[in-house]
């Protein structure tokens, strides 16, 4: 039978990066509401690397992904 013990006795070994991945995926499981915006739920690193994407875009700054895929032999 499984229960929060055993998963704690377990846990104890995980590289402490991987029990990040873990507490991120719980928090998605918990945190499920109508109303929730992922904006919300992504890291500021994430919302940075969104933001420069997005002014790259505005800035020109793009390929098609025919030559995104040429550029890689395909």
Same mark, same amino acid.
């Given at each position: 039978?499984?229960?929060?013990?055993?998963?704690?006795?377990?846990? +104890?070994?995980?590289?402490?990066?991987?029990?990040?991945?873990?507490?991120?995926?719980?928090?998605?499981?918990?945190? +499920? +509401?109508?109303?929730?915006?992922?904006?919300?739920?992504?890291?500021?690193?994430?919302?940075?690397?969104?933001?420069?994407?997005?002014?790259?875009?505005?800035?020109?700054?793009?390929?098609?992904?025919?030559?995104?895929? +040429?550029?890689?032999?395909?």
């Amino acid at each position: 039978m499984l229960t929060l013990n055993t998963i704690l006795e377990e846990i +104890k070994d995980v590289p402490v990066n991987r029990l990040e991945e873990l507490h991120l995926f719980i928090k998605t499981l918990v945190s +499920k +509401k109508e109303d929730s915006d992922w904006w919300d739920e992504i890291s500021d690193t994430e919302k940075e690397l969104i933001e420069e994407g997005l002014k790259d875009i505005e800035e020109g700054r793009m390929i098609s992904h025919e030559d995104f895929l +040429k550029s890689y032999g395909r």
